[in-house]
């Protein structure tokens, strides 16, 4: 209920006294309608370590975004298109399911790996630039650096 | 600038006309009555445009006296944003008859369907 | 710049329509008529209807493009 | 603030370069993972891009564009996993290069206890 | 200054609108021609953003958000049909 | 042969009346008088900062309420034709969607209910109203149904909120004409300070109501082109 007040606030960018009230009524309906839907928000911990952890991993996270945006757009722009594409399999320790969607998602988001399809706790994944078919090195260098943040965050 | 906006509706009508007439397959005649209504609304807002207009909604851009020499014509925004949904109103509707067609007699050609010709 | 983006616009629209109604194949005359309500909802803002545009970007591109699916869907099942 | 609207005026720049760069992309990559891979990432971080030096450019809007952006690097993902998925799932056909596929190694057994379920 | 450089970078998306509509129509696949339609309509976000530059009018971006939502509900339709799961 | 050359003939012929009419069309510079008295007046009349809704709400709600109306038609027709299904057929289940989807859809469902009730409530102020709201309340069902293609909406419920909704509607308009200047006049309730959320009168209520009623017709015609096999379920 929190997040839809947060996001109607962002939403109309002002904060009078109108806006937080209707707000307010607007944040309690949708919560009362969507209650069941409302599970996984439930997975997100409070604790001041985690949210240190969050805003690590935001960073990382964009850190890794923008480098691995340069290598995809390197082999693009590259003449001889040096691509070595196939689909590998790794595994994860993360049990919450919005830890395991935005771990999904961080993923696809890093060009060069694309979540093609995840079965509880195996991800396979589409590597533009096969490095081993080992499943514990595949393991250790994709997943292992978003997750010890996520595993602090969502355990 | 409002001239290639009007060229392109009507090469739009045209082109949805073309298909509404020529096609034998039901689906494609409601593609054609779609791209007919998308270039109808587009010929409807660029003969409301006024050049050097700005949108119709009043905040610290445009003031709020004297508004008329700097906005664009409302009516036919408000005409089309009507037009728009009652669109998708006879799209589904149309739809709909299609697929009862077609669980009538397992075809998709108009040419199948003689009962209404005269 | 905006005559620009009007012309571009209005030449991928019209290339668009020609393919959604001579194309053989319905699954792309669909999608190419959602690709020209797209391109009508970016003209509609720059003839300054930003209520018109949000309308086209909703109902045409979105929900008809939906819609047209299901029954593809449902034709195809019915095979 | 002359400055702060240059800034945000390259970094729109840069956006719209990663943009192009993903429909280069799109253009050169040989099959359809590729394809997601090279299209729609760039072109996620170009909109990203964009949107933030607009963001910076114009402050009072800041709010919804933060919310823009939240919702693109939510919805972007799931949105080619989907594509990727079903791609996979009727077995387009994958470039000569492809060295490993371990999910078509494994796909028999798993699509049939998925079914089950 | 800021001006140019925006205008620049419009121009350069509306080329590579124009790129991604080549893919739209070479190779036939389904799965192809929906590629191009996603890298389309994540460029006309781009693009809207640009019109609420070149026309002063910060209330434009509503309509970018609207978009974002739709367009990746038409993706989205498109895979389940592929996939014969709709 | 004969056909498409009566088609070719058919079409040059209406080239040929566009060219003819809007040859000399130019964008003119200045408003039509009643475009001029919207745009001058409106602010003050009505208190709504958007023209488009003004317009739309107030100086032709009549309009709106016969569109309104001819959605209603449109989903009560559709659901008449499509409710008969034929038993019997098996069909294979369905492709379990992934994990990605099922949670991404439950984060986002929220989301998107949030952002049509800001589209419809706002509609005085921002550019939107109750048609793109209730458009996005539908597509907050398109994505459950993508989560899981055997979701059945609740009908009873959607039946309610329409039919409440769409007398509240008329409420309001009669209400209108007891109190102040006709069907629909928006200034039962105070116009407020021009600008904030709670102003224009009843503007935001009607969009509200506008917004609820086409939301919900638009998922019941979603809901009925899905298959839904009921003796499986």
Redesign the interface.
Known sequence: MV??FV???????KL?P??LL?GLV??F???L??CS????FNDIRLSPKAMAYSITYIFVFLLE??KS?FD??LR??SPG?P???????VKTKLKS??G??IL??SI?????????????ERF?I?W?D?KS?NIEEDTKLLVSKFEKYLEVIYG | METIALITSFVLILIGLYGILSQKNILKMIVGFSLFDTGLHVLIVTVGYIRGGTAPILDQVTGTSNVSDKIVDPIPQALVLTAIVIGLGVTALMLAYALKMYQEKQSLDIRDFKELKW | MNLLILITLSVIMLVMAVTAVVHKKLTVAVLATGVVSLMASVMYLLMAAPDVAMTEAAIGSGLSTIIFFYVLNKIRKAK | METLKIIGAIITLIGSL?LL?GS??LI????V??R???GT??S??GTLLSLLGLGIIYF?????I??LIVFI??T???S??ML??AA?FIGVK??D????????E?GKN?ETK?SAK | MANIILQIAGGIMLLSLVLSLYRFFSSGTLVNRVIAFDTMTIISISLIAMITHYSGRTIYIDVALIYGLLSFLGVVVVARYLEKSL | MIRNFFIILIIAGLAGVFVSLFWEFGASDTLTPLATHYANNGAAEVGAPNLVTSIVVTYRGLDTLGEVTILFLVAAIISFFLKVEKKGQKMAPPRVS???I???S??L???V???G??VF??GHLTPGGGFQGGAIIATAFVLLLMANPRFELNHRIIAAVESVSGMAFVLVGVLGILLAGGFLDNKILPLGHFG???SAGAIPIIYSLVGLKVGSELSNILSNFQDVQKDEL
């Open positions: 997040t839809f996001i109607w606030v962002l939403l109309n960018s009078t109108d806006v209707s607007v944040a309906i949708v919560a309608i969507s839907k409302c599970d996984v975004l923008v945006n995809v757009a693009v722009i298109l691509i070595n594409p196939g689909i590998v399999e399911k919005l395991r969607m999904a998602n696809t988001l890093t060009p060069g790996t694309l979540t093609v399809e995840m079965q509880d396979f589409h533009i096969v078919e | 990663f760069l280069i992309g050169r990559m040989p099959d993972f590729t997601i891979q090279a990432k760039a996620t971080l009072d809007m800041a709010g919804k933060f919310l690097l939510i972007n993902p799931v080619s996993h990727a998925r996979h994958k470039a290069l492809t060295v490993v596929d371990k999910l078509e494994k798993h998925n | 992934s994990e990605i099922l949670t991404a439950k984060l469902v929220p989301v209910l949030v952002l009730i800001y409530v706002n904030k959320l709670f």
